[in-house]
């Protein structure tokens, strides 16, 4: 392609609203651009970028046996009211009307529509077990899109779905199609981790997620020297209790002027921030619960979820709040708390004078003892789990990165099937849910994912397997026939042998043209001069390490073949 002939809109300055180095780095060298929050358009490079990796996704997900179909992007409400989740899920799931008024779903998933395509074209044993996968584009309406391409409303998704008569099945695939993630991972030189996740509403037993190390990716990834790693929802660890052995004192009222914060409170008290004890309202499949959990920590809603055996636990909002505890949020406390569960963290039973909400405006209450002043229904372990806590497996001390989460992967079970009535006959002629498999992959996440891991201060470096191209030529002058000349030549040769060339032929400054070939960040640079020619070599330059080598203009296209080779 040649540039002067392309729509790549680099930019020399660092966009404002831009957080994370992938999405400055890909509105800067022209692969993106934003139409409205959360929605992209994909520029030329960034599209051959997305193809790339699409064409690795699918080469190793055929490789693991995998059928690729292309599923609707609208979905009737009706199937999604077969399985509850028209309802349970809210604003996220993007709905639309038809010209009849009719009830649509954009497709954040694809769970029931593959479920429905099977239920009425798979009969017996005898055809399972099959995975079914499509690379699609997905919506979801996210409350706070951001960091470019990473959390976006519309977005680029390989999700695949497989069908089994049993569990044995089912694991064989979940093994293989793990594998499958590890080798697209590792072709598309990024540094990863396979890690232990929640299941959450998805439902279904054991998930797990494929992170991408970035420190500023959204998950928080709990590991342990002894191998163990999980996602902080779904971490298992011990938080060590606070044992100070006081006795119990008198419980006293005192008055805090809008003190909200644990912060807040803690200064004015001078207390440590453990002593205060949060209690947090949440709705919990329509039941209303107060979680109580050190002022130090925070609740994990999926563990919360799975203590209460609720499919969705969501914050409670400010008219909820007042109506339970009778005061505006920031002074909800257990004492005197009517009409609710209470639900505590196991950190706060063997706590000792602790200090909570009021239950009435800019009040808290002081020596508050578990038992004595309040009753709990129960003590489950609540807590996020976090850095320093002990590892549930060996006692360790848990470290924690920061990691974007590129793929997952879930035992469905026969959660779908189960409730859309998806049966095949096994040997017995007896009718049987299929067991179901999960297995997403972010394709347009995974081509940020790769620049937070591949670029440098100049701009981004990329990994030749998912570079929007092989090889740029850079005619330092368009003026100068020689390099003209030599330049198309090589051009030429390149492109016939196969090569996909970016030829910088612009009519611009050298300095521009140097800065953006770095910016655009292809693999191997040929610079073509006037003052190189007159030696009769053109200047190749490897991005990633900046080596820079003289190679004789004649035979150039099989020298700069060999050294493509050689960074692949
Ligand atoms: C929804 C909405 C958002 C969602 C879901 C459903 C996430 C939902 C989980 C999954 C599980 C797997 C197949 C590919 C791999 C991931 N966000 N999930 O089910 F209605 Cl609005 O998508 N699905």
């Known amino acids: 392609m040649r540039w002067s002939k392309a729509l790549i809109p680099t930019h020399k300055e660092d966009p404002a609203d831009a957080e994370t180095v992938s999405h400055r780095l ?13 929605v992209y358009n994909y520029l030329p490079l960034g599209w051959r970028a997305i193809r790339k990796v699409e064409e690795i996704v699918r080469e190793e997900m055929d490789r693991a046996g995998c059928q690729e179909i292309l599923m609707p992007v609208v979905s009737p409400a009706e199937l999604w009211q077969e399985t509850g989740r028209w309802g349970i899920y809210g604003k996220e799931l993007w709905r639309v009307q038809d010209r009849n008024g009719r009830f649509f779903a954009l497709g954040p998933t694809h769970e029931e529509i593959v479920t429905d395509i099977v239920r009425n074209e798979v009969r017996s044993y005898r055809e399972l077990p099959f995975t079914l996968y499509q690379i699609q584009t997905k919506f979801r309406d996210e409350l706070r899109p951001r960091f470019g391409v990473v959390r976006a409303r519309e ?4 999700d695949a779905y497989s069908f089994h008569r049993d569990d044995d099945s089912l694991d064989e695939t979940y093994r293989r199609m793990c594998d499958a993630y590890t080798r697209i991972f590792e072709r598309l030189d990024l540094t990863f981790r396979p890690v232990e996740a929640a ?11 494929f992170m991408v190390l970035s420190d500023t990716g959204e998950s928080e990834v709990i590991v342990c020297e002894c191998g163990y790693a999980a996602t902080d929802e779904r971490a298992e660890g011990t938080v060590r209790p606070i044992e100070t052995g006081e006795s119990p004192l008198p419980l006293e009222r005192i008055d805090t002027p809008d003190m909200k914060t644990i912060e807040e409170v803690s200064e004015f008290l001078g207390i440590e921030p453990w002593r205060l004890v949060k209690t947090i309202i949440y709705e919990a499949d329509g039941r209303t619960v107060a979680a109580l959990i050190r002022g130090d920590r925070e609740v994990n809603e999926a563990k919360l979820g799975m203590a209460l055996g609720a499919d ?6 400010a008219e909820t709040i007042e109506k339970v505890t009778g005061a505006p949020v920031g002074f909800s406390g257990p004492v005197g708390l009517e009409g609710v569960e209470i639900i505590a963290d196991h950190t706060v039973e063997p706590l000792v004078n602790i200090v909570v909400g009021g239950n009435e405006s800019d009040v808290h209450l002081k020596n508050v003892n578990p038992g004595r002043d309040f009753r709990t229904t129960e003590f489950h372990d609540i807590a996020l789990i976090g850095r320093g806590d002990s590892c549930a497996r060996c006692g360790k001390e848990l470290d924690s990165f920061r990691g974007i989460e590129v793929s997952q992967a879930f035992k469905l079970g026969t959660k779908y099937s189960s409730c859309m009535k998806a049966t095949f006959l096994d040997e017995d002629g007896v009718g049987k849910p299929f067991v179901m498999g999960c297995y997403g992959l972010g394709v347009s996440r995974t081509v940020a994912a790769i620049i937070e891991q591949h670029h440098d201060d100049d701009g981004i470096v990329w990994p030749t397997s998912a570079a929007p191209f092989d090889v740029e030529i850079l005619a330092v002058n368009v003026k100068s026939d020689d390099v003209r000349q030599a330049a198309e030549v090589l051009y030429d040769e390149l492109q016939a042998a196969g090569v996909a060339v970016l030829y910088d032929d612009r009519d611009d400054s050298p300095g521009t043209k140097f800065k953006d070939a770095d910016l655009v960040g292809l693999p191997l640079r ?6 190189s020619l007159k030696r009769g070599v053109v200047e190749a330059r490897v991005r990633r390490t900046g080596e820079q080598t003289d190679v004789p203009r004649d035979g150039a296209a099989q020298e700069i073949q060999r050294m493509l080779a050689a960074l692949t």
């Open 199 to 209: 299941t959450g509403a998805i439902g279904g037993s054991t998930s797990h997620e």
């Open 312 to 317: 969705l636990v969501v914050p409670a909002g």
């Open 26 to 38: 890909m509105l800067r060298a022209g692969l993106i651009r934003k139409l409205t929050s959360g």
């Open 155 to 158: 977005f680029i998704m390989k």
């Open 526 to 531: 040929v610079t073509v001069g006037d003052r």
